[in-house]
T-cell receptor, first 116, second 114 residues
Framework: GAGVSQSPRYKVAKRGQDVALRCDPI?????LFWYQQALGQGPEFLTYFQNEAQLDKSGLPSDRFFAERPEGSVSTLKIQRTQQEDSAVYLCASSMRQEQSKNTQYFGPGTRLTVL | KQEVTQIPAALSVPEGENLVLNCSFTDSAIYNLQWFRQDPGKGLTSLLL?????REQTSGRLNASLDKSSGRSTLYIAASQPGDSATYLCAHRSSSSNTGKLIFGQGTTLQVKP
């Protein structure tokens, strides 16, 4: 019955450091999404997984961003050589199956990344 | 680029007032429109989801409508309470997307004063 969890909740990184953000989706959820939310803005899509397959990564802002979901459950979003413009809240969401018409995405609490 | 716009960006009302939040979208190929609530430091909580074949959805004091022809949705909150204070986001899911990704507006931050 647990919801989507994310860790860490807060991360402070020095510019140039690599960071890894973890998402534990709801058990059994096939679809997993990552979004980036800048301060005062709505979330913006980064990437989408169906099971272990990354089917859409069109929202990743640069090749410094990399996401994986090797076993079709937990996902990790990695940002290499962080820059100040990467500072944002990173939200993870999961849903049962994207093609179901009444399906909704369940969001985690997010990881707030601050790059100094 | 698909766009979703929310007006107003911020709203402050006294307790008890009825209020309307507006959302407009440019992509007419809509699959569904969803309203979320976001509290500070928290994730998003789904409030209402309207399928493209529907015109409105209701849950308690909340009513959301969808007008595909004009590209607009409204969220109506009746008899507002201080606990309604939060940021409200609308999100568009396109029927031309095969992933189900959501396009969000920038949100309306609501403050209900006791």
């Amino acid at each position: 019955g647990a919801g989507v969890s994310q860790s860490p909740r807060y991360k402070v990184a020095k510019r140039g450091q690599d960071v890894a953000l973890r998402c534990d989706p709801i058990s059994g959820h096939v679809s997993l999404f990552w979004y980036q939310q800048a301060l005062g803005q709505g979330p913006e899509f980064l990437t989408y997984f169906q099971n272990e397959a990354q089917l859409d990564k069109s929202g990743l802002p640069s090749d410094r961003f990399f996401a994986e979901r090797p076993e079709g459950s937990v996902s990790t979003l990695k940002i290499q050589r962080t820059q100040q413009e990467d500072s944002a809240v990173y939200l993870c969401a999961s849903s049962m199956r994207q093609e179901q018409s009444k399906n909704t995405q369940y969001f985690g609490p997010g990881t707030r990344l601050t790059v100094l | 680029k698909q766009e979703v716009t929310q007006i107003p960006a911020a709203l402050s009302v006294p307790e008890g007032e009825n209020l309307v939040l507006n959302c407009s979208f440019t992509d007419s190929a809509i699959y569904n429109l969803q309203w979320f609530r976001q509290d500070p430091g928290k994730g998003l909580t789904s409030l209402l989801l309207i399928q493209s074949s529907q015109r409105e959805q209701t849950s308690g004091r909340l009513n959301a409508s969808l007008d595909k022809s004009s590209g607009r949705s409204t969220l109506y909150i009746a008899a507002s309470q201080p606990g309604d204070s939060a940021t409200y986001l609308c999100a568009h899911r396109s029927s031309s997307s095969n992933t189900g990704k959501l396009i969000f507006g920038q949100g309306t931050t609501l403050q209900v004063k006791p």
